[in-house]
């Protein structure tokens, strides 16, 4: 099975650019992340047309999850136990955030996983941020307690960049969110509990990044971050063969279709 993660910054702008990939890749199961729009909204049809089965948890331009899947999408659960929201509402719903979807594909627990911003240090974003990495750790602990057995992948954007060689240049990020110590603390709170960044060990080094900013020539220049990941519980690790950065589809360029968006994918190979 091949198994994919990728911000693709508003399905519907990338559709194409995204289903083109997809079958170029031969991909198994695609995560998507900001697809920026709500679920009738959705561009559905390309998608079926190649054989996928897709579920979407999304209601505005902002935020937005996807699971898209030709090897089956049973168990689809939206948001997870726990998940705190932005809302001052006692009885809102995570939903509402769009942030966090989960299915079973192909015999695989796959969360996409948009995890909050955070903005500024002095913002409440960045403590409803920590929050929110919390109750992820938290209850994913709680999934390989209750099941060890079964293959868990939490994937997406995670917003954080665990190491200094993360980030282009870390001096720029004293002052940031992405690089602090609460944020890559949570992050390793997860990878603790269990769960291993199956990426990391076949793409290694500095300058392996998975987001370029759009502005001042970053991604020709390699001026990125490394904030998207794949996390595996133990018995999925085992089942990892290859996993890769698919760098190029952040390229734009006449044999390129579309624009591209300022994430690249994350692929990893599991042997079924």
């Not at 519907?12 to 900001?34: F, G, I, K, P, Y």
């Not at 020539?217 to 018995?235: E, H, V, Y």
Request: glycine fraction near 6%.
């Amino acid at each position: 099975m091949r198994l994919a993660t990728w911000n693709v910054n508003s399905i519907r702008a990338r559709v194409d650019r995204v289903t083109d990939w997809l079958e170029r890749a031969d991909v198994d199961v695609l995560a998507m992340q900001e697809t920026k729009c709500s679920d009738e909204q959705f561009p559905t049809m390309p998608f079926a047309a190649l054989g996928y089965d897709v579920v979407h948890c999304g209601f505005s331009q902002w935020n937005g999850v996807a699971i898209a899947s030709r090897v089956g999408i049973d168990a689809v659960e939206v948001g997870f136990e726990g998940q705190p929201t932005w809302s001052d509402k006692p009885e809102a719903e995570a939903a509402a955030e769009a942030r966090a979807l989960g299915a079973t594909c192909g015999g695989v627990r796959v969360w996409s996983l948009y995890v909050p911003n955070g903005r500024s240090i002095d913002s409440p974003h960045y403590t409803y941020k920590l929050k929110w990495l919390a109750a992820l750790h938290n209850t994913a602990q709680g999934w390989l307690a209750d099941d060890p057995s079964t293959p868990v992948a939490l994937v997406g954007d995670w917003n954080i960049a665990p190491v200094d060689d993360d980030v282009w240049d870390i001096s720029l990020f004293s002052e940031s969110t992405h690089v602090t110590a609460p944020e890559r603390a949570a992050f390793n709170a997860i990878v603790d509990a269990g769960f291993t960044d199956v990426v990391r060990p076949f793409t290694p080094g500095p300058g392996t990044f998975t987001y370029w900013d759009y502005t001042q020539l970053r991604f020709p220049k390699n001026r990125g971050m490394r904030i998207d990941f794949i996390l595996g519980s133990p018995t999925l690790a085992e089942l990892v063969t290859h996993a890769e950065i698919a760098r190029d589809e952040r390229k734009t360029g006449k044999n390129r279709v579309g624009s591209p968006s300022d994430h690249a994918p994350v692929v990893v190979d599991l042997r079924t």
